[in-house]
């Protein structure tokens, strides 16, 4: 079991910064593929970038470059540093860990967080 909680979202102004952390407890999470997603209202929760335990990275097309995800595994920490935000990067962000090597979908994430929200203005 895996209990993940999100924090660092806020209300930021297009072109600002901003790193969102999820905090893992319970067991270490140095197995596990890490994922951010978002959902932004009347929306569908989209992928938004993962980090396979092997070390490989992807990210969604419309956060390439200006997103980047790591982990800390120390710490059981992962994180999202979002660089260049536009108001279209306005919705919750969830944290979720898989124990699947590569899982394509959000369902294939067993643990989710309780989201934290991410604003940005024009």
């Known amino acids: 079991q895996v209990h993940l909680v999100e924090s660092g979202g806020g209300l930021v102004q297009a072109g600002d910064s901003l790193r969102l952390s999820c905090a893992a407890s319970g067991r270490s999470f140095s197995g596990y593929t890490m994922g951010w997603f978002r959902q932004a209202p009347g929306k569908e929760r989209e992928f938004v970038a993962r980090?396979?335990?092997?070390?490989?990275?992807y990210y969604a097309d419309s956060v390439k470059g200006r997103f980047t995800i790591s982990r800390d595994n120390a710490k059981n920490t992962v994180y999202l540093q979002m660089h260049s935000l536009k108001p279209e990067d306005t919705a919750v962000y969830y944290c979720?860990?898989?124990?699947?090597?590569?899982?394509?979908?959000?369902?294939?994430?067993?643990?989710w967080g309780q989201g934290t929200q991410v604003t940005v203005s024009s």
């Open positions: 980090f396979r335990w092997s070390g490989a990275t």
């Open positions: 979720a860990a898989s124990v699947l090597g590569d899982p394509k979908s959000f369902t294939e994430y067993a643990y």
